[in-house]
């Protein structure tokens, strides 16, 4: 079953060679994404899904609900694309390679302005030609109603004609195909009405429904509309994504000169410039200049960042004080900006369970719907001694009335609802059932480095003194190893200005050396530094050692640092009934420090990729249902096996590949509201299925029994999609529920945290 597909009538099947659009993966695979307009219901997806895994090379072909597009994946060199367009068109769905405007993310939303323009058209038609069945029934009789019925029929035949041509168009491209969709039995109840109508005045008789025509398009225009709606503000938040994509950049040239350059025509190495005011239109590193960039779109926190000289920055940023002059790394389709518009794009990629019910269900529908229809119509013709204008109105009736568009959305509209709302979060949803899962989850398992903690180390409080802290700046400043990184930031927060070291030198695999006051000075391992491990008080944590010449060593250990909120969301959890675990390839020391810091009791040390990966497979055969919480590759089998998997912006390409949620922001308070958003959202889908079934039983035995008119069956039919979405949009106010709740449990500790960090800095 198909609906809404449509072929280009003035450009034909294909345009160009779909080749030249596909994007070559690092897999050696391509990819190619598809503007698939005529998608607009669950049956689409089927359809067109069913029908592209009939081509063999594909290895992977997946409809976008939300953005109406298809994206296919092969890894044969030799197989061309144009097939999957031709494919497509033999199934009735006009396609082309992805173009923005094409696929509405453009202002000029010509769908939508077609619908209003229809919805107007038809609400107009409907209120003059109801003003005018005023007349007939107040009474009026013979010529004078006659008169008032070919008036309406002048109104409504072109209204029709106008504000139908949705539903006319898809029921056209799916009957062109021998398949069924429900706007076959919509155009054919309209039209039946139409022309019944027409016969009904041509003969003088007392009812004609016009009226019922027009309204019954009118209604049905604003169930589509209200759809087509939640589906842009669905898409809003890639919409916005899309906006921050820069057409070209300022190119400072070798001899000095600056040209504007389009994004295609960009290279690595080139120098961009960027004035105050201006977003980043690429990623690089910046090579002059300092400002201060709002990188909340990176990092989520709208803090700006103070960049200078050897700063990386990403597309999509903006510059707020000074002028920058940035060495382009990547621009276009492989910045972190396209990367972030790729994973929201993907935010209904694959469907639920639920859906793929909808999808059966609305399958066996619109066979079972003509079939009602049939036997109203028999059923009435043998009460009614074969009156067929009566049968056949309450066949109409039954045809309008049993459109399954609630039972069509009753899932996605959640969906929608509910990746917009993490979204606004800052959670992006790559896959659309990983809501239904993580409603489903039992056990949380966290990664320590980089998700638990931020993956950055912090010099530890320490009896280190402020000259030892400035010479080893000193030394450090000049080096980009994490550790040499921490002790430089280490100074700067103590206020210290790093000590004048000269002729400052790198040690591969050792460290630092260099000259401080005429006496040679070393900064860096242990053994190189003559400081054995045994006399360290703790062997579990980084360390670095310094040397004056003439002075002992100075030990400086570092740790990583907790996500801020993370014991509280592991508390909120927990008090979910939900068991939290930590797996980790560290050290048992600093396994067993930052369990304790956020509450976890039970945790492993020392975990191989291949262990963490048997041990949730292990869960899964116990029958638990695993979130898994991860961000670097040895965590990617893990979060592949687990029942739905999360990670963290920070991750490596290949752990936010494999996680089906990504959160943005330091905090892990992502985690538990992800879970508590999913818990509300399935309890929504599974009211929409109530509401929709409930409707359906009530609606059909009424349309058959001769109590509804199309009329009514048209405002009852619509008024059902217009509570689905309605009660789909209730999502939207629990956000503001949940975070009020979150910064209760996180207060006292707050609280009491604060005086104790005060005390520490005062002392320092």
Not at 498 to 518: D, M, N, S
Not at 577 to 597: F, I, K, N, Q
């Amino acid at each position: 079953m198909s609906c809404c597909g449509i072929r280009g009538e003035e450009t034909g099947d294909v345009v160009g060679s779909a080749a030249l659009w596909a994007r070559a993966l690092p897999d050696g695979c391509h990819e190619l994404t598809l503007s698939v307009p005529g998608i607009h219901c669950a049956a689409c997806i089927s359809t067109i899904e069913k029908g592209l895994r009939e081509i063999p090379q594909l290895r992977e072909a997946r409809v976008n609900f939300t953005l109406r597009q298809v994206r296919v994946r092969w890894c044969d060199d030799g197989f061309d694309p144009d097939v999957v367009l031709h494919k497509l068109a033999d199934l009735g769905y006009e396609a082309r390679p992805f173009d923005p405007e094409a696929a509405g993310f453009a202002r000029d939303d010509a769908e939508g302005r077609e619908l209003l323009r229809a919805l107007a058209v038809a609400g107009f038609a409907a209120g003059n030609i109801m003003m005018l069945s005023i007349s007939v029934w107040s009474g009026a009789e013979g010529a004078t109603r006659d008169f008032f019925h070919w008036i309406s029929a002048a109104i409504a035949i072109p209204a029709v004609a106008y504000a139908g041509r949705p539903f006319f168009r898809s029921a056209f491209a799916a009957l062109s195909q021998a398949r069924m969709n429900m706007d076959v039995p919509i155009s054919l109840a309209v039209i039946t009405a139409v022309f019944m109508s027409l016969y009904q005045t041509a003969t003088h008789q007392q009812h004609a429904y016009f009226d019922a025509a027009v309204s019954l398009l009118f209604f049905l225009l604003i169930g589509r509309y209200l759809d087509h709606r939640m589906r842009a503000r669905a898409r809003s938040a890639v919409t916005q994504l899309m906006a921050l994509h820069a057409e070209g950049a300022t190119v400072l040239k070798p001899d000095g000169s600056r040209a504007f350059l389009p994004i295609s025509e960009l290279q690595p190495g080139m120098l961009v410039q960027v004035a105050p005011g201006e977003r980043i239109p690429v990623d690089g590193m910046v090579e002059e200049g300092e400002s201060d960039v709002d990188m909340a779109l990176i990092t989520g926190e709208t803090t700006p960042e103070r960049v200078a000289p050897g700063a990386d920055v990403f597309a999509g940023a903006r510059n707020i004080t000074g002028p920058l002059l940035v060495r382009l790394k990547a621009a276009g389709e492989d910045t972190f900006l396209a990367e972030m518009i790729r994973l929201m794009a993907a935010a209904e990629k694959s469907r639920s369970a639920y859906v793929r019910l909808a999808d059966r269900l609305a399958g066996y529908y619109a066979p079972a719907v003509h079939i009602l229809a049939g036997v109203t119509l028999a059923g009435w013709l043998f009460a009614t001694g074969f009156n067929w204008p009566v049968s056949l109105l309450h066949a109409i009736s039954v045809l309008i009335i049993t459109c399954p568009c609630a039972l069509g959305l009753a899932v996605p509209a959640v969906q929608v609802v509910a990746a917009g709302v993490l979204f606004r979060s800052g959670v992006m949803v790559k896959d659309g059932s990983a809501l239904e899962k993580l409603a489903e989850v039992d056990t949380v398992i966290f990664d320590k480095t980089g998700t638990l903690t931020l993956g950055q180390l912090r010099l530890r409080e320490g009896a280190v003194s402020a000259e030892a802290l400035a010479v080893a700046a000193g030394l450090a400043q000049g080096s980009a190893h994490p550790l040499s990184r921490a002790i430089v930031e280490a100074a700067q927060q103590r206020g210290i200005t790093p000590a004048i070291v000269r002729a400052v030198e790198e040690v591969p695999g050792h460290g630092l050396k260099g000259v401080w006051q005429e006496r040679n000075v070393q900064l860096g391992a242990l053994d190189w530094c003559g400081v054995r491990e045994e006399e360290l008080a703790a062997p579990d944590v980084p360390h670095l050692a310094l040397v004056v010449e003439g002075s002992r060593p100075v030990l400086f250990s570092f740790s990583d640092t907790l996500r801020p909120d993370a014991r509280e969301t592991i508390a909120l959890l927990k008090q979910q009934g939900l068991r939290v675990e930590m797996l980790s390839g560290d050290r048992e020391g600093p396994v067993r420090a930052t369990a304790r810091e956020a509450g976890i009791e039970h945790y492993q040390a020392r975990c191989t990729p291949q262990q963490k990966l048997a041990y949730v497979e292990e869960l899964a055969r116990s029958g638990a249902k695993v979130l898994m919480v991860g961000d670097g590759i040895n965590d990617a089998p893990a979060l592949a096996a687990g029942h739905v998997s999360m990670a963290p912006s920070t991750a490596s390409d290949i752990g936010r590949t494999a996680a089906q949620l990504v959160f943005l922001s330091e905090s892990l308070q992502p985690v538990w509201l992800s879970h508590q958003v999913a818990m509300r959202a399935r309890r929504l889908m599974l009211q929409n299925f109530a509401l929709a079934l409930i409707y359906n039983v009530v609606a059909v035995p009424v349309a058959m029994l001769g109590f509804a008119t199309p009329l009514f069956a048209a405002i009852a039919m619509s008024g059902s999609s217009i509570v689905v979405v309605g009660n789909a949009l209730r999502l939207n106010f629990v956000e503001r529920r949940l975070l009020k709740r979150f910064g209760r449990a996180s207060a006292p500790r707050k609280a009491a945290a604060a005086p104790a960090t005060m005390h520490e800095r005062e002392a320092a």
